[in-house]
């Protein structure tokens, strides 16, 4: 089973950035496209990033392509989110997410989630 662990949320400064890291246990991280998705309040859970499991290949939401940075680290079994030039729409919970499929785009390709993480960007 694998097991997901986000962290690095907060308050922030429209305009500010942070980073968002998120530890993978249970299974061989190398073989896993790795991906984040956002939820706010009302709204849909919606995508935002993945990057497969060479580390090659990323794709970004529009609304944050330009951004946004997804890396990870197969050695360290992590993947991180690097979020530059915040927006108040930014604010949501933020997930990291694991899928054996590339890329994990949509609810459907995610196997696991992580709990979860709070960022709120306020204007």
């Known amino acids: 089973q694998v097991q997901l662990g986000e962290s690095g949320g907060g308050l922030v400064q429209a305009g500010g950035s942070l980073r968002l890291s998120c530890g993978f246990s249970g299974r061989t991280f190398s073989t896993y496209a790795m991906g984040w998705f956002r939820q706010a309040p009302g709204k849909v859970r919606e995508f935002v990033a993945t990057?497969?499991?060479?580390?090659?290949?990323?794709n970004y939401a529009d609304s944050v392509q330009g951004r946004f940075t997804i890396s990870r680290d197969n050695a360290k079994n992590t993947v991180t989110l690097q979020m530059n030039s915040l927006k108040p729409e930014d604010t949501a919970v933020y997930y990291c997410t694991a899928g054996r499929t590339f890329p994990v785009t949509t609810t459907p390709r995610v196997d696991y989630w992580g709990q979860g993480t709070q960022v709120t960007v306020s204007s």
């Open positions: 990057i497969s499991r060479s580390v090659k290949i990323t």
